[in-house]
């Protein structure tokens, strides 16, 4: 069975900080790696994907992946009240078939406080 | 990015009768999804949409219960039928264009009374 997981939080920041959110991932096939963000009553948006060893910046997110300790990881700096969201952390395996679809982690619940 | 659209955004439904959503977007894409997400869980797959063929459902769904049609390329629907009230939930489309990535439509909330 192959899982994503994730620490539900709620993770509390206050505004200005560095919010780091973590994912690890039990496929060592895996290939692709999202993060998506999901404001409550709203669709998933996606803002990062990464799909090399390292890191990926964008903005205020980078998106850092170890696939040797198979994790992967969010930091959002200078955190705003605006990022208070839930998390989610997908993961997508190779070949092809049901190993291309996404397998989810259960989201984490960010707060930013002003 | 492509654009989707689901209808309706919302409905209330009597138990036993069924209600189809639709998923349309913008551009063809190479595979379309429909997930549902009930409150204050994350998404579960319910299928993969094949255009002109059967869709692949996933572990506890199955093709009576949750129909679904994809014509072509940019469009699918999912049904599901005889609704009862754990049937309320979140229902997404989602589709991956010509990329890797995924994007969601803006979902059907759903209540069956």
């Known amino acids: 069975q192959k899982e994503v997981e994730q620490n539900s939080g709620p993770l509390s920041v206050p505004e200005g900080a560095i919010a780091s959110l973590n994912c690890t991932y039990s496929?060592?096939?895996?290939?692709?790696f999202f993060w998506y963000r999901q404001y409550s009553g709203k669709s998933p948006e996606l803002i990062m994907f990464?799909?090399s060893n390292g890191d990926k910046e964008d903005g205020r997110f980078t998106a850092q992946l170890n696939k040797a300790s198979q994790y992967v990881s969010l930091l959002i700096r200078d955190s705003q009240p605006s990022d208070s969201a839930t998390y989610l952390c997908?993961?997508?395996?190779?070949?092809?078939?049901?190993?291309?679809?996404?397998?989810w982690g259960l989201g984490t619940s960010l707060a930013v406080n002003p | 990015s492509a654009v989707i659209s689901q209808k309706p955004s919302r409905d209330i439904c009597q138990r036993g009768t069924s209600l189809t959503i639709q998923c349309q977007v913008d551009?063809?894409?190479?595979?379309m999804f429909w997930y549902r997400q009930q409150p204050g869980q994350s998404l579960t797959l319910i299928a993969t949409?094949?255009?002109?063929?059967?869709?692949?459902?996933e572990s506890g769904f199955v093709i009576d219960k949750f129909p679904i049609s994809r014509p072509n390329l940019t469009f699918s629907t999912l049904t599901v039928s005889n609704m009862s009230p754990e049937d309320s939930s979140i229902y997404l489309c989602?589709?991956?264009?010509?990329?890797?990535?995924?994007?969601f439509g803006p979902g059907t909330r759903l209540t069956v009374l």
């Open positions: 551009s063809q894409v190479t595979m």
């Open positions: 990464i799909y």
């Open positions: 997908a993961v997508r395996g190779d070949g092809a078939g049901n190993n291309r679809k996404l397998i």
């Open positions: 989602s589709v991956v264009a010509s990329g890797d990535e995924q994007f």
């Open positions: 496929d060592r096939g895996s290939q692709s």
């Open positions: 949409a094949n255009q002109g063929s059967e869709a692949t459902y």
